[in-house]
């Protein structure tokens, strides 16, 4: 029988049937989703898997991070010539993940990647300042399309007020997922995973500075939380997931006019 190596759960039901798919290397999840791949080869060959993270993936530049868990990771071929259901789950830290596979003799890499879809970045005005940015996580300021937006107009409207930037520290990284801003793949960020969260910095900001902010926050369907170290408003933008979609599709349809 021929080796053919990892396949998806889709590519291994064809399989099954006598038919060859062409192969994707590469399946999307989100973080803390789950997968399923299948293995093809001759009945009685052993085989074996192992995870590794692929270093500077998801928004995170700094070494290590975790990968996840793979049920089984081992086992042998059966009479079928194929193993089903191989169950990935990904951590909750966005990022690719390697899948090294061998099978008898042979072995090779398939990949999973852990993203959330459709993040823009946060972009850069005269009444936006970006802030918080560091080498371990460059890309701290996406969003979904709806947060960045409604973001743009906060920091507009401040901007018209006080002739002044807003200062936005840290909305999601470019991929999404958990948020480690200490660099030690763990919280204490419980939030900014999905796009929808941003710190606004405030310590240099008056009271009726804060007031303003609050108000027109509110007034754009945000949650708004003071938080004291260091001194800044969390806001959350109020919005449920088909908003989010239909605003992104409105948006992609302005575009293609």
């Known amino acids: 029988m021929i080796l053919l190596g990892m396949c998806t759960a889709e590519d291994g039901k064809l399989l099954?049937?006598?038919?060859?798919?062409?192969?994707?290397?590469?399946?999307?999840?989100?973080?803390?989703?789950?997968?399923e791949w299948w293995i093809r080869g001759t009945p009685g060959m052993r085989w074996?898997?192992?995870?590794?993270?692929?270093?500077?993936?998801?928004g995170h530049q700094h070494a290590g991070g975790p990968t996840g868990k793979l049920t089984p990771t081992s086992g042998t071929i059966p009479s079928s010539g194929v193993v089903k259901a191989i169950k990935q789950k990904t951590p909750a830290v966005a990022g690719d993940i390697e899948l090294k596979y061998t099978i008898g003799t042979t072995?090779?890499?398939?990949?999973?990647?852990?993203?959330?879809?459709?993040?823009?970045?946060?972009?850069?005005t005269s009444a936006i300042e970006r802030v918080g940015v560091t080498k371990t996580h460059p890309q701290s300021h996406y969003g979904a399309p709806a947060m960045t937006a409604a973001v743009v107009t906060l920091a507009t409207k401040f901007h018209k007020k006080f002739s002044k930037p807003l200062g936005v520290n840290d909305i999601s990284l470019i991929w999404g997922g958990l948020f480690d801003h200490k660099a030690t793949w763990a919280a204490p960020h419980k939030t900014h995973r999905t796009g929808v969260d941003a710190d606004i910095r405030t310590k240099d900001m008056t009271k009726e500075q804060k007031d303003f902010l609050v108000k027109e926050a509110k007034l754009l369907k945000f949650k708004v939380l003071e938080e004291k170290d260091p001194p800044h408003h969390h806001i959350t933008l109020q919005a449920t997931k088909p908003l989010l979609l239909n605003f992104a599709r409105s948006k992609e349809k302005a575009r293609k006019k």
């Open 16 to 35: 099954a049937k006598g038919v060859l798919p062409k192969f994707n290397l590469t399946q999307s999840t989100s973080p803390e989703g789950t997968i």
């Open 107 to 124: 072995s090779g890499s398939v990949y999973t990647r852990a993203m959330v879809p459709g993040l823009v970045e946060l972009p850069t």
């Open 48 to 58: 074996s898997c192992v995870l590794k993270r692929v270093p500077n993936t998801g």
